[in-house]
């Protein structure tokens, strides 16, 4: 990690006011759930985006990272106009995103004087561990603190979902941020994406023996184009066809009848969102009164899934489920919207090695690039660090 409050002083002449950070996450089961006002079971990791930040007084806000070739600055008050110029593009679409989407929330955008911020992280891009997410909470918390805008946590959720699909474009829920601003140690957070509730779940891996290994395939995605907008628009066509208002609301016992009523392209979306619905319900059932060790099937039966119905797998990360599983993990799934990223192992701590040796090699054997392989831990939420 960078020393961000060197390259804060670097930029500035000045020393920061504070640092702050946030996680990314592994969604342990639930996926695509979240727009559709379902069920998500994530935990906050133990890699962070940190946040230096610190007053101006000229009113402007200036963002800068050891991601983004050079500094971006705004007025905070010309928010709304750069927002709806379309001026607001790139890595910093991120931060700015959510300077602007706070003044959705109550923010004056004209009365809060000006910032800079200099980002710098640990969560991988693209891999499916919500880099994004980690960025927007940091910074979002980062911001709140110093405007003095008293805005809970599950709002700053909030603020962070604005930022993605209204300034940076891309049509994700609110599992990603809540994760990043609720997340406790060694515990998942069980988001009903409804209502907003969320509970702490006891993972209890540690004790139980066991680790959560992260497969990166390296193979990269990006959510404000392609794939996931058409898993989105269909899931909401099976819906308007089923006649609820969100996939939530369809059951198991209704899968005979959606079969009737939609194409088959659009039956399987909707069948993977209701059943991993019920997998999601399963496991944090299965994990209060069994334990972790018996929750791999469910992970398997939700990459098979994201595989076959939602078809948002790719090779690589079917090599790693396939190999990790056959090696000796208790039960493998991708992680995140898919398309490429990481996938996730539950694996004996003791059977890492042979593991981690059982996915080089499969990866070789089928010509892919070696995958980057580490261990999570799941880990708090933001947080402000000094």
């Known amino acids: 990690m960078t020393d961000v409050c060197a390259l804060f002083t670097d930029l500035t002449g ?11 996450r592994v969604n342990l089961i639930g996926e ?9 079971l994530p935990f906050a990791i133990d890699r962070r985006t940190v946040v230096a930040a610190g007053l101006r007084a000229d009113g402007v806000l200036r963002v800068a990272s050891t991601f983004g070739a050079q500094p971006v600055s705004v007025a905070p008050a010309d928010l709304v106009r750069a927002k709806a110029a379309g001026e607001i593009r790139g890595w910093a679409a991120y931060p700015l995103g959510v300077a602007w989407a706070l003044g959705e929330y109550g923010v004056e955008h004209a009365e809060v004087p000006g910032v800079d911020l200099v980002i710098d992280s640990t969560v991988p891009v693209g891999a499916g561990l919500s880099s994004s997410a980690a960025v927007e909470s940091a910074v979002a918390l980062a911001l ?5 805008a008293d805005l809970p946590r599950s709002t700053l959720a909030q603020v962070g979902m604005r930022a993605e699909n209204e300034v940076v474009g891309a049509p994700t829920g609110i599992m990603d941020q809540s994760a990043a601003l609720l997340g406790h140690p060694d515990a998942a957070v069980f988001l009903d994406c409804r209502t907003g509730r969320s ?6 891996f540690a004790a139980a023996g066991l680790t959560v290994r992260v497969i990166d395939t390296g193979v990269r995605h990006a959510h404000a184009t392609g794939g996931y907008r058409e898993r989105r628009a269909s899931c909401e066509a099976g819906a308007a066809a089923l006649g609820v208002r969100a996939l939530r609301d369809v059951g198991v016992a209704d899968l005979d009848r959606a079969r009737n009523l939609l194409d088959y392209t659009t039956f399987r979306r909707v069948r993977h969102v209701v059943t991993e619905d019920r997998r999601v319900l399963d496991t944090v059932r299965t994990l209060r009164a069994e334990g972790p060790t018996a929750i791999g099937p469910l992970l398997d039966a939700s990459h098979a899934s994201m595989r076959d119905d939602f078809e948002i797998s790719v090779p690589e990360l079917d090599t790693a489920v396939e190999a990790a599983t056959s090696a000796g993990a208790i039960g493998a799934r991708m992680t995140g919207g898919g398309f490429g990223g990481a996938a996730i192992a539950l694996v004996p ?7 981690t040796a059982a996915v080089e090699k499969a990866f070789a054997a089928r010509g892919f690039a070696a995958p980057t392989q580490f261990g999570v831990i799941a880990s708090d939420g933001a947080r402000r660090d000094r």
């Open 144 to 148: 709140a603190d110093l405007w003095n």
């Open 14 to 24: 000045r020393i920061a006011d504070g640092v702050w950070s946030a996680p990314g």
């Open 349 to 355: 701590t003791a059977t890492v090695p042979a593991v």
């Open 32 to 40: 695509h759930t979240d727009y559709n006002e379902g069920f998500v």
């Open 199 to 204: 509970e702490v779940v006891p993972l209890g």
